[in-house]
């Protein structure tokens, strides 16, 4: 069964995704403050300061390869035979190469100075203290060169990156052993709904176990927030109220799931207006049209829908760009660039909202990528997300016919 017969309804007020991201963004200021600490413990976090590299990397020429050392003008001819002058595994300090003769050499070692390439040791012959190269290098053959990767001075990590393992390798590479982050943004957030019981305990009459609070707490920990949660909060304006005054006053965000609406069982709305100021959006996407944003006595909040797979949507495209920005993530990094893969289905009806569909991505019996969709659009199944593994995105107005291109966004960048 469908959740929402809307497509058909026009409705003035739906905002563009695009329009409400960009309001949404406008509001989101990065934290001030920033925390040292040590690589090991960066992982996940966004650095506040640039690393800038304090040395040439590698710092000295290097060979790329076992073999030998050798200094082109002393190979006339292939094969050549040369006495072995020196030995140099990874960690010495080597002599110059004497003219006329070869240095036995290995992976990251030092280049001995006025040697010009490396010969492999798979072309030569080593017998005793002599070795017969049998090819001639090219110049430069198997050296890295002193700055080759990195240049003094040079700027390696941007503030604002996230950190994953990549950067905190390159990070560690030009010898940055503590980094400058910003601190983790504090996110506390309730359950609204009175026929909420945690998962654990006996379902009673009329009870559903409450999901989003804990998709909620993995979609924040994935983001590396601190989170208090002050738990269910009953379907009252009182109650409402003292939730939302509670966690604004310990935390730089307020997040919420349910009660948006504005049935007589909602009471997100009022409750935000009492406290401070409150938009509630109505956005052209599907699931996901209501999402509240606002501020409670200087702390923005963010309501998402009660329905577990329009909370997830919603998180996914609204609050995580929304979270990112206010932990100081650079523009480029707080929306994942769709790919773009075949329609294994059609869409035949033109819809007013865009659409993100629970969507899988394989690879067809030719190895092309193809999107299929979930069977049902109810934003109340929570099997079509374990069941995805990203959301297609079909563009209002628009109908698809199978075979055509259709953007996909894989789960492992929006959850990431
Ligand atoms: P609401 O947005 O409060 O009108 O809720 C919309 C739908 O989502 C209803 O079917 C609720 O029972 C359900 N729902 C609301 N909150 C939760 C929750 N925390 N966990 C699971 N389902 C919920
Ligand atoms: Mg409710």
Not at 85 to 104: E, K
Not at 148 to 175: N, P
Not at 348 to 372: H, I, M, W
């Amino acid at each position: 069964m469908s959740d929402c017969g809307c497509s058909s309804v026009t409705e003035p007020s739906m905002k563009p995704l695009e329009e409400a991201l960009a309001l949404l963004l406008a509001h989101a200021q990065a934290v001030s403050e920033h925390e040292l600490v040590p690589l090991a413990e960066a992982n996940g976090r966004v650095l506040a300061e640039p690393v800038v590299s304090k040395i040439n990397m590698p710092p000295w020429d290097n060979s790329a390869m076992d073999g030998y050392a050798v200094n082109r003008a002393d190979l006339k001819s292939a094969p050549s035979t040369l006495a072995i002058s020196q030995r140099i595994p990874a960690g010495a300090a080597p002599q110059p190469l004497a003219a006329g003769t070869a240095a036995r050499i290995f992976t990251g070692a030092p280049v001995p100075p006025d040697a010009d390439a490396v010969v492999i040791q798979e072309v030569c012959v080593q017998e005793g203290e002599q070795v017969t190269i049998n090819e001639l290098p090219e110049p430069g053959a198997n050296i890295r060169y002193a700055g080759e990767d990195t240049r003094i001075g040079q700027e390696v990590l941007q503030a604002g990156t996230r950190l994953g393992a990549q950067h905190l390798g390159l990070a560690a590479s030009v010898g940055a052993g503590e980094l400058v982050v910003y601190r983790r943004l504090k996110v506390a957030l309730f359950s609204s709904g009175d026929e909420l019981i945690n998962p654990g305990k006996p379902l009673g009459p009329g009870q559903i176990y409450n999901s989003n609070e804990y998709t909620l707490q993995a979609l924040l920990q994935s983001l590396g927030c601190e989170i208090v949660s002050l738990g269910i909060v009953e379907d009252t304006f009182e109650a409402t109220c003292d939730a939302l005054s509670a966690a604004a006053a310990q935390a730089d965000l307020v997040m919420t799931s349910g009660g948006v609406s504005v049935g007589e069982e909602d009471h997100l709305k009022p409750a935000v207006e009492a406290l401070g100021s409150l938009d509630l959006w109505k956005i052209a996407i599907r699931p996901g049209k209501p999402l509240a944003f606002g501020h409670i006595e200087g702390t923005p909040f963010i309501g998402t829908p009660g329905n577990p797979v329009s909370l997830f949507v919603t998180f996914c495209l609204f609050a995580r760009p929304f979270i990112l920005k206010r932990q100081g993530v650079r523009d480029a990094e707080l929306t994942p660039t769709p790919i773009l893969a075949r329609a294994d289905f059609d869409w035949p009806k033109a819809e007013k909202r865009r659409e993100f569909a629970r969507a899988q991505l394989n690879l067809d019996a030719q190895g092309q990528a193809q999107v299929s969709l979930y069977s049902s659009r109810s934003s109340g199944v929570l099997n079509s997300l374990t069941w995805a593994n990203g959301l297609a995105i079909l563009p209002e107005q628009q109908t698809l016919a199978r075979g055509e291109m259709v953007k996909f966004l894989p789960f492992s960048e929006l959850l990431k």
